[in-house]
Structures are given as C-alpha cells and as structure tokens.
C-alpha cells in the first residue's frame, strides 16, 4: 500500500497531474477575465500544460507568467482575430437558422446549403482554436503562418484533433449535465489531458525532416 502512495508511483504522478491541471485552471481563468488576455493566457496554459507532458516541469507560476509575458503580443493579436470571426460565425448561423425556418420550396434548400457552408466553416474555426495557441507556445511564426498551420496540422492529425475536440466536449458534458464542480479542473485538466497528444505532433512539425526520426506521430 506505501508503494501506491510513494512519490515515484504511477498513482502519485497521476493525482499530481489532477492536482495541476485544478492549479493551471486556476491561473488560466484568472488570467483570461478580462477577456482581451485569454489567447495570452491559453498560450502560457499550453505551454506548461505540454512540459508536464513531456516531464519538464518545474515552477508552474514562474513558467505560467513567463509564457504569458512572452507570447502575449502575437496571442492577443490572433485571439482578437479569432473572437471576432467567432462572433461572425455566431451571428450567421443564428441569422441562417431563422431564414431557414421560415423558407420554403427552394429557398429553403438554398438556405440548407448556406447552412452547411457555414458549419464547414465553424469546424474549421474549431480546429483553429484548438491548434494555434498550443503552437503559439512552441514555434516562432508569423500570424498568417499560425493560423494557416494550425488548420493544415488539424486536419492532417484527425485522429490527434478528434481527442482533444472529445475530451474537451465531455468535460462540457459533465460539467453541465452531471458534475458542475468538475469546472474546477475544467480547461487545465483538459489541456495537460490535450498535451500529450499534441506535444509529439508539434515537435514533429516544428522539426525539419532531416532531424526527425521519420515516424509521424498520430497521423490518420
């Protein structure tokens, strides 16, 4: 029994990586309050979430504030970028959904078609919300390069971008439906859980061909 509470224990490190994610929660939501500083505050959360996963990590705060003070610039920039086409998202898929309950005959069928393009393209902003801070924290690259590279790596690695939409749907899932308190843990749990899928695929991408060890690393 001391063997599962020792601090070498497959038990220890996995209550250790809870207990971080609640940590770098915390951090990530308090950072993120005013809303203008949440791609800053993602960006520093990903960045110590992808050190746990590779066993680099060390002062959570330092490393937390280090990231954000680093990256905050091109974070916010893509962030105020993304919030706004979200925004846009948001108000064409309301705005279609009544045309399209109130249509008929072939314009109903037109408005269907709208429809679909629209959500096409909300899976695409999906992808590019789940790629471009982790990358942010990773690699040195001009914002059109960010966000063109984090669409290009999401739909390359469907399997790795699958996950990560998964696990953070079903903390959506219990938190609303079965366990508010699970918030608690909320995108910190989600991003440490994320980080180990995403780690390998962006060190695969960031490492010129030449260097890298010809494997790719979930790739569908």
């Known amino acids: 029994m001391a063997g599962i ?5 497959k038990f220890s490190k996995i209550m250790f990586r809870f207990a971080y994610g609640c940590y770098l ?3 990530w939501a308090i950072c993120s309050l005013p809303i203008i500083t949440a791609g800053a505050s993602t960006t520093a959360l990903y960045d ?15 490393q937390f504030f280090r990231a954000f003070r680093t990256n905050f610039r091109q974070a916010t920039t893509l962030w105020l970028i993304l919030l706004a086409a979200g925004i846009f998202l948001g108000t064409d898929i309301y705005v279609l959904l009544h045309l399209r309950a109130a249509a008929t005959g072939t314009s109903a ?6 429809l679909a393009v629209v959500i096409v393209a909300c899976i695409a902003y999906a992808i590019e919300l789940m790629y471009v801070f982790p990358l942010v924290a990773r690699v040195e690259n001009t914002n ?6 984090s669409l290009l790596i999401g739909t390359h690695y469907l399997n790795c971008t699958l996950v990560v939409f998964a696990i953070h749907f079903l903390m959506a899932v219990i938190a609303i439906r079965f366990f508010t308190p699970i918030l608690l ?7 440490v859980l994320s980080s180990y899928l995403l780690s390998p695929v962006i ?3 960031a490492t010129p061909p030449s260097e890298g060890s010809g494997q790719d690393p979930q790739e569908d």
């Open 203 to 205: 060190r695969a991408c």
């Open 109 to 114: 069928v037109f408005w269907t078609l709208i």
């Open 48 to 62: 110590v979430a992808m050190r746990i996963a590779e066993d680099r990590e060390g002062d959570l705060t330092q």
């Open 185 to 191: 843990l909320g995108e910190g749990l989600c991003a």
């Open 5 to 9: 509470f020792s601090y070498e224990s």
């Open 144 to 149: 059109r390069a960010m966000l063109v590279n």
């Open 25 to 27: 929660n915390l951090l």
